[in-house]
DNA sequence: ATGCGTACTTCCTAAACAGG
DNA sequence: CCTGTTTAGGAAGTACGCAT
């Protein structure tokens, strides 16, 4: 026992040895990253100033921007080895944050012995708080008031001991988020899994099917999934930018607010992004308690004897509806396809499950159309942002979120509309959110956000006007000023995207003006057009350039997020480790101490054996002159016997006496023993002992007389 | 990183119960 | 019988953790 209690003490040291290896090992790499940010940024401020300086001699913005290409694709290529280079001249400074940082662990060592537990403790998941006497950490958000549930054989005791079952309720509620992310969000909202649906079933719906789902409602949204206009890229959604749009939500004023601004998302915006009917009744899809579950033949179909609708029954129902051949089977199917889009994108909960009262509304194809969907689904999801952003925290996981990416890219100048696709509809179509995801990721602030409104708005009415001028104006210039529209369009957004937009607006300004003298002059006409098409040219050519010199920032961008979040991922992984090795610590603590009390238990148990040994040995000892004295007294009773044999039977009486009276209480057990081996000894006769023993009665009697 | 199944929690209603 | 409280159980919501 002592010896394994030691072997893993031993192996501790080790161990220890290796985690702090560990530990040095990751602090280098971060202060690797580090430089690698540091140096990253350096490039890209250059990257700026330089591309500011091209604004300063605009004609020789072309061939500079070409080589700036060419360098920065070089640069690309040949950062590793400038970072070597920093590399060996990695300063001093960092040596000394490394060798500080070995000091300060050696001295935490000795402090940190007593600090450490708290600091697990706080850290990690809280499961000593239902342990110790001292107070509790605050619980995590509780999501109502609920009782906890009993079961029906345990709740006996509810009414005498109710307090303390509260307390026990509470206590189980304190969950462990060991997984978890502190800000962690899930948004079960997504378009993919609908979409997957419809690529599966998409070979399979007959022409009666069609002919059914386009009298639902639904059916523009469905058809966008239907028809492939909607890839799979287009349907993954940034949990991220939902997220940030969602904390910009205030529930007292149901508004977005980005910084100063504020903008609602209503039923008609819904309308427009999914070409839902806005007209209608109202359907409320939320706090629905209390609307019990209901049987029809569908529900029996597809739902028998099922508490919850979940998303594996439709799955399954869909399937085999699609087998059927019966007409209830074709209606089946469309129900089940807008169950399929309600669980999946416009009234998804975290459950994958839905409630009663839609797959009542699905089941009813044709009273389905008089409702207000758009409302419906606006309602559903202002209801979940009003939890997410009440007390409860941002732990959204329900309503059709997706949504408001669309929205956003409708109301701001974020992006542009998909070419080709600007004036179709529903809205969503229209729009790329992995552009939008790049565009948000490079915002600074919801300041920023909210100028980008400001800037949709000041398009909205110019674009009014260019339309008034596109009537007067000739049909050849058309393009161009369609052309320009957008890029005065991109030069009106604000931020640090504008590194190479400044350079496009000064730019353009001249081309445009050089472009009307041309065009007022009419002999020149020819002339003109030539000019007006190698300008064209020109313009494009340098538009091409400018969007790659904006692709490469980008990138640059991109890579500098990339290597903050592996900084940061270094960075938790170190502390991680610490903890950890704080944790073997206090284990091999905790081990020594066993060891230590079962090295105790050892002893005291070795004392007792010995005490044991010795009175055994006593026993032992006791037991061997019993032994030898039964030995004598079964002598002495043989020579006893020959004698009655050979004597009288008074003799015998007299030695009998004696022998009795001389008999201690030890040798009493050993006499009784005798007597019960004389019962079985078949030697002795019964019988002729009995008369011997009545002979010696009388001659007490006589005597006594 | 995202999708999804599912155990667990919370919310709500109605029945059962207790006391006046 | 009326009224307030407790308990049981169903429906809806939440969050963990595995799969992809």
Not at 224 to 231: Q, T, V
Request: net charge negative; aromatic share 6%; proline share 3%.
């Amino acid at each position: 026992m002592a010896e394994d209690g030691s072997s893993i003490a031993e192996g501790f040291p080790s161990r220890e040895a290796g985690l702090r290896q560990e530990i040095e090992q990751h602090k280098h790499e971060k202060a690797v990253l580090e430089e690698k940010h540091q140096f990253e940024i350096l490039e890209r401020l250059k990257v700026k100033d330089e591309l500011q300086e091209y604004v300063a001699g605009d004609k020789e913005v072309i061939s500079k921007l070409e080589s700036r290409i060419s360098r920065l694709e070089e640069g690309i290529a040949g950062k590793l080895s400038k970072e070597r280079r920093l590399g060996s001249r990695r300063s001093q400074r960092l040596a000394n944050i490394e060798a500080e940082n070995r000091e300060h662990e050696s001295d935490e060592d000795v402090e940190e012995e007593e600090e450490e537990e708290d600091e697990v403790d706080s850290d990690g998941d809280g499961s000593t708080a239902s342990e110790g006497d001292s107070p509790p950490p605050p619980p995590p958000p509780r999501r109502g008031r609920g009782r906890p549930r009993t079961k029906t054989n345990e709740n006996l005791q509810m009414s005498g001991n109710k307090r303390q079952m509260k307390k026990m309720g509470r206590i189980k509620n304190v969950r462990k988020h060991k997984y978890r992310a502190p800000d962690h969000v899930q948004y079960r909202c997504n378009m993919l899994a609908f979409l997957k649906i419809m690529q599966k079933v998409r070979e399979r719906l007959t022409k009666s099917h069609l002919e059914l789902l386009q009298q639902t409602p639904f059916w523009p949204l469905i058809s966008a999934f239907y028809n492939g206009l909607i890839s799979e890229n287009d349907c993954k959604k940034s949990e991220s930018d939902i997220n940030e749009i969602i904390q910009c939500y205030n529930s007292n004023s149901k508004c977005f607010e980005f910084g100063s601004r504020s903008a609602s998302l209503t039923p008609e915006d819904i309308s427009a992004i999914l070409g839902l009917p806005q007209e209608g009744e109202t359907l409320r899809v939320t706090g629905l308690f209390g609307v019990n579950r209901y049987t029809s033949d569908f529900v029996e179909r597809y739902f028998k004897d099922e508490k919850r609708v979940k998303k594996t029954l439709v799955d399954d129902g869909l399937e085999k509806a699609l087998q059927g051949k019966r007409e209830t089977d074709r209606e089946d199917v469309v129900r089940l396809i807008i169950l399929e889009l309600f669980i999946t994108f416009l009234f998804c909960n975290a459950g994958s499950t839905i409630g009663w009262k839609l797959v009542r509304c699905c089941e009813e194809l044709e009273n389905m159309s008089r409702y207000s969907w758009a409302k419906a689904v606006a309602d559903f999801l202002s209801s979940t942002l009003e939890k997410t952003s009440g007390q409860y925290g941002p732990y959204s996981t329900g309503g059709c979120v997706v949504v408001l990416l669309f929205w956003l890219c409708e109301r701001s100048n974020l992006i542009q509309p998909v070419e080709g696709r600007e004036t179709i509809t529903p809205a969503l179509i229209k729009w790329n959110i992995q552009e939008l995801h790049l565009k948000l990721q490079r915002m600074k602030d919801f300041e920023e956000l909210g100028r980008s409104f400001d800037g949709a708005k000041e398009n909205q009415k110019r674009d009014g006007e260019d339309n008034e001028e596109d009537g007067n104006g000739t049909g050849e210039n058309e393009e161009t000023q369609e052309e320009d529209r957008r890029e005065e369009t991109e030069t009106d957004r604000g931020g640090e995207e504008s590194v190479s937009d400044d350079i496009v607006v000064p730019l353009e300004d001249e081309l445009r003006a050089q472009m009307s003298r041309f065009r007022s002059s009419p002999i020149l006409k020819t002339l003109s057009r030539d000019n007006e098409n190698l300008r064209k040219r020109k313009a494009t050519n340098l538009r091409d350039k400018v969007q790659y010199a904006r692709v490469e920032v980008e990138r640059a961008q991109g890579e500098v997020d990339r290597l903050a979040e592996k900084l940061e991922r270094k960075k938790e992984k170190a502390s991680r480790l610490k903890r950890k090795l704080k944790e073997e610590k206090k284990e091999k603590r905790k081990l020594e101490e066993e060891n230590e009390i079962l090295n105790a238990e050892k002893r005291s148990l070795l004392e007792s054996v010995t005490k044991l040994v010795k009175t055994l040995d006593a026993e032992r000892k006791a037991v061997r002159n019993l032994v030898k004295e039964k030995a004598e007294v079964i002598k002495e009773n043989r020579q006893l016997k020959d004698q009655l044999n050979q004597g009288s039977c008074s003799t015998a009486a007299k030695l009998g006496e004696n022998t009795q009276t001389q008999v201690s209480p030890e040798q009493s057990y050993v006499t009784s023993f005798e007597i019960r081996k004389r019962a079985l000894d078949l030697g002795f006769d019964n019988d002729k002992g009995c008369e011997k023993y009545r002979k010696l009665g009388d001659d007490k009697g006589e005597r006594n007389s």
